[in-house]
């Protein structure tokens, strides 16, 4: 019979080998907890920095004013700290946050924080839709990552006088992302336009504003040399592919069951419609997604799984040990380790406490094989 000390040898042994060979099941690592509504999280390009985005909203739209960016210390042994639970406040809607890959002369320095927010679908205080949308800011805004101080802001809401070169104001954007030359892709979904003074029709799209457009439109100034993808579906993230040259977003099908679909366009050939390529379609309702350090594609879905695609038709589901699936995922970034394993930071929006109480940041491990 086997003795107790061999067993635990086995063990450890047998474990050592499936991370050497990249078969180790992913793992959870710790959840932080204490958000509101958390929908997006970024690492510092240090890595030493996590910002979680809070997105406080009610029974029926966000709540004006109340979102805000908390601020969390990462050191060389994974321990995460809050270094400021209200790093930025005063937001309204915000969506998603990155870090600026460029420098803006005379507005900002590169590896500023960018955010994009605001959306028409704003509860009052008595918890019904407000009417009017027409004097908050949709669009984006520069923040110091030491400070938090407010280095610019950019409004394309539909009363606002910045456009992108006469095309669709923002009604309600949901997600970014830079491209290796520092071009910023957004999407929006266009929810909501009939809720300002002057309606607006729906449109999905998904722009991009080359570096030039942003250093105009931080400045003040309509941007140009804008462009624009008309999108048939509403875009729920957007991720940027650097070896390929292609950005990757997805996309959810409301009419009749819902159903999501994750596409691709080389950055050549962006706003050509026909060139959108197809990697995978008709799985769950979809809510995020990035590309790994492998440079495979992560997907997690609404009901909380993480997804790999197989092949056009079908993905296959990342299992954890012990099993578990996600709470609402929101739009999540991961940090590279050595030896080629990553981890990956999930905003939780809907917590096991319930709202204000429950939402989380679930940090979890995955080997090089994703």
Do not use: C, W
Request: charged share 25%.
């Amino acid at each position: 019979m086997m003795t107790q000390s061999l067993r635990s040898f086995l063990a450890v042994a047998i474990s050592f080998s499936l991370v050497k060979s990249g078969l180790a099941r992913p793992e959870v690592l710790e959840d932080l907890s204490g958000f509101d509504r958390p929908v997006a999280t970024v690492f510092a390009p240090d890595g030493k920095a996590l910002f979680v985005v809070n997105r406080s909203r009610g029974e029926v739209g966000a709540r004006r004013g109340a979102g805000s960016i908390t601020k969390m210390s990462v050191d060389s042994d994974l321990q995460f700290k809050v270094a400021s639970k209200r790093f930025v406040v005063g937001l309204t809607a915000p969506s998603d946050v990155d870090f600026l890959p460029v420098e803006l002369e005379g507005v900002a320095p590169k590896d500023s924080l960018i955010l994009v927010s605001g959306t028409p679908l704003i509860e009052s205080e008595d918890g019904r839709m407000e009417k009017n949308a027409s004097d908050d800011l949709i669009g984006f805004t520069l923040f110091d990552p030491l400070t938090g101080k407010t280095l610019a802001k950019a409004d394309f809401s539909p009363e606002a006088d910045l456009r992108f070169n006469g095309e669709y104001p923002l009604i309600s954007p949901n997600s970014m992302s830079f491209d290796r030359s520092g071009n910023l892709y957004v999407a929006d979904t266009g929810i909501g336009g009939n809720l300002f003074r002057n309606r607006v029709k729906a449109q999905p799209v998904m722009y991009r504003i080359s570096v030039s457009g942003l250093l105009q439109m931080f400045s003040g100034q309509s941007p140009s040399g804008v462009e624009v993808m008309k999108l048939s579906s509403i875009p729920g993230d957007i991720s940027y592919h650097q070896e390929e040259d292609a950005v990757y977003f997805l996309a959810n099908h409301l009419q009749g069951a819902s159903r999501g679909s994750v596409f691709k366009v080389s950055s050549r050939n962006f706003t050509e419609v026909m060139k959108i390529e197809t990697v995978v379609r008709e799985l769950t309702s979809l809510a995020s997604m990035i590309i790994s350090p492998t440079g495979r594609t992560l997907i997690a879905s609404a009901k909380g799984e993480l997804l790999i695609p197989r092949n056009r038709k079908s993905a296959r589901l990342i299992r954890f040990k012990p099993e578990m699936t996600y709470s609402s995922p929101g739009k999540f970034d991961y940090l590279s380790l050595s030896g080629g394993d990553f981890i990956v930071a999930m905003p939780e929006e809907a917590g096991d406490a319930g709202a204000g109480k429950g939402q989380r940041v679930r940090i979890t491990r995955l080997t090089n094989r994703y």
